[in-house]
């Protein structure tokens, strides 16, 4: 009986052979434990396709070549004895082999020595079944002058040895690595907690691989929020688990219900050959080619299905990932956790390369109820605007076409504010001190808008142009918000989409107290984290400075140190986050 079942999948298998994911019963398996398999099975994959490469049939090579993805899967007994391996190729559709262990050879059971238990019975090839439609090929008869050699030995036999040892040899790292790391993988029964552990009591360190310092740094930054905050996030996205768990089952039934199709469909195939053939030779009809569209159709809307399933399982696994670490990032008994999951928030994030920081919070943020947000935007005064003499008739008969035109707003104030998880600020060339900087954006300044408005005025309709405009931060519940983060503008593309980065000092305060226009009415923060970013969008490093008590903590991934003090660089700060006092 088969207890365990361990799934590497790979995109682009046979060219460039990355894995996207490990998984046990449906669950995500990350650490060690994930980057060993990975380390064990890929170069024997990789020489497995090299095997098949050079084998007399370059029909299964040549689909295995345009296969976008692969799902291998190792079944395991709750001993670790490996009981079949199967390889599921996204363009062929079907098992392209597997061995199931009472045919493991002598040979192999000796490569596996005491890491695998086996039974030794002589091997058995997998045949592939005789395609009806093509003539069989005879070998050629050997010459009888032709001298046997001890080394004459087909092509297909000896990839089908190399094979056996390949499976064999993925097996015995396999039992190796979980035999010595079980205690890294998650149960697959385990239940995402909902109430994070305990209270924040000191800063620990986060394991970085895969470029995911700027994961690592808004983590540190979020730890540092209110625990309502945290546990509002758990519930949030548990809730995001379970309706991504229903989805992907009726993913699974909608592929059940097409692969019944596809066995009465090929059925009906099996019996028109059967009726058709003559001797080894079949003559097909617009019948057959018809059953044979309906083939091709089924597998494709099969194919489509399994697609669908991917981003929602990394939304999934990102999900829980993050409910996991925020609830056990206070358990000093558990000493690894790796986020390296949270790239499946958003799909510009998969592979290895460095992603922004602030995007990410938002998708962490996005399953929350934006009742939760504050509302956050701009309102501007705005003046009647008379068209120059060579653009009135222009104007006129641009108004001309506009419909429902929103009547002029009370003494001339638009508002125009909308939930937002993150406040954003554009920050000026010259350095500036953080509070006057808050103070100029939420207090009404001068300034022409380029953009023209259209109101009715006395049932007339016209254009208007805006004099000044400040930012507003407001709330549905006129309560301030406990915590708010700030993103400082650091990164400005051009016409050319071309983006550089703005290095303006931003000088705190000293005594890292801020004073905030909420609601109309002052209200006093004070600063909780900064992340910093150093270098360029998509390639520099992202570390985070944390507020613990009366003192500064440095988190640069696994490394985490006491500085009592903000240093001097903390005037680069990328994003900011405030809790009010």
């Known amino acids: 009986m088969t207890n365990r079942t361990i799934t590497l999948s790979y995109t682009n298998p046979v060219q460039m052979p990355h894995v996207t994911r490990v998984t046990e ?41 345009k296969s976008e993805s692969l799902h291998a899967s190792l079944e395991l007994d709750t001993d670790g004895t490996l009981t079949k391996i199967k390889l599921v190729y996204s363009e062929i559709g079907d098992k392209i082999f597997a061995i199931n262990k009472n045919k493991i050879s002598e040979e192999t059971s000796n490569a596996f020595k005491t890491a695998l238990v086996v039974q030794s019975t002589p091997i058995t090839p997998i045949k592939r079944p005789v395609n009806p439609t093509r003539p069989v090929r005879t070998p050629a008869a050997s010459s009888p002058n032709a001298t046997p050699t001890a080394t004459s030995i ?30 890294a993988s998650s149960p697959t029964n385990e239940k995402t907690p909902l109430i994070p552990a305990k209270a924040l009591t000191k800063i620990r360190p986060l394991q970085n691989g895969n470029n995911i310092c700027f994961i690592n740094a808004v983590f540190q930054a979020l730890m540092n929020a209110p625990e309502e905050m945290k546990t509002a996030l758990i519930a949030a996205h548990e809730a995001k688990i379970q309706k991504e768990k229903a989805q992907l089952q009726e993913i699974d039934d909608s592929i059940t219900a097409a692969e019944n199709e596809l066995k009465e469909i090929e059925g009906r195939r099996q019996k028109w050959i059967e009726d058709s053939s003559w001797g080894l030779y079949i003559s097909p009809n617009d019948a057959y080619y018809d059953i044979m569209a309906e083939l091709r159709t089924k597998l494709e809307e099969i194919s489509a299905l399994r697609a669908k399933k991917g981003p929602i399982e990394l939304l999934m696994n990102a999900s829980f990932t993050l409910n996991r670490a925020l609830s056990i990032y206070s358990d000093e008994s558990n000493n690894f956790i790796w986020l ?13 390369s460095q992603q922004d920081a602030c995007q990410l919070l938002d998708r962490i943020f996005e399953p929350l109820n934006p009742e939760l947000f504050p509302l956050f935007g701009e309102e501007t005064q705005l003046i009647p605007y008379k068209p120059e003499e060579d653009e009135t008739e222009a104007k006129k008969a641009e108004l001309a076409l506009r419909k429902d035109i929103s009547p002029f707003p009370l003494n001339g104030l638009q508002k125009s504010v909308e939930p937002n998880p993150i406040v954003r600020i554009d920050i000026p060339k010259k350095p500036i001190a953080l509070q ?8 009404m300044q001068k300034g022409v808008a380029a953009e023209l408005f259209s109101f009715t005025e006395n049932e007339q309709p016209g254009w208007y142009k805006v004099t000044e405009g400040k930012l507003v931060l407001e709330t549905k519940n006129k309560k301030a918000p406990e915590f708010i983060p700030f993103q400082l503008k650091r990164f400005k593309s051009d016409m050319s989409r071309h983006t550089s980065k703005v290095s303006t ?14 609601n109309g009415q002052n209200v006093n923060y004070e600063i909780q984290s900064l992340v910093m970013q150093e270098g360029t969008l998509s390639g520099g490093h992202y570390y985070s400075y944390v507020k613990k008590g009366n003192d500064w903590y440095e988190a640069n991934d696994s490394i985490v140190k006491r500085l009592g003090q903000l240093p001097e660089n903390a005037n680069q700060a990328y994003m900011f986050f405030l809790r009010k006092v």
């Open 436 to 443: 006057t900087l808050l103070d100029q954006k939420f207090t």
């Open 25 to 65: 019963g449906g669950r995500q398996l990350t650490g060690d434990t994930a980057k060993n398999v990975e380390a064990v099975v890929t170069p024997l994959l990789k020489k497995y396709h090299e095997l098949r490469k050079e084998s007399a049939d370059k029909t299964y090579y040549g689909n295995m070549q």
């Open 154 to 183: 087909s092509l297909p036999m000896y990839v089908c040895f190399l094979v056996f040892a390949f499976f064999a040899a993925i097996g015995r790292g396999i039992r190796s690595l979980f035999s010595s790391n079980q205690q």
């Open 340 to 352: 390296n999951d949270l790239r499946g928030f958003d799909p510009t994030f998969s592979g290895s």
């Open 505 to 518: 000092p931003i000088e705190l305060p000293e005594d890292n107290k801020l004073t905030l226009i909420v």
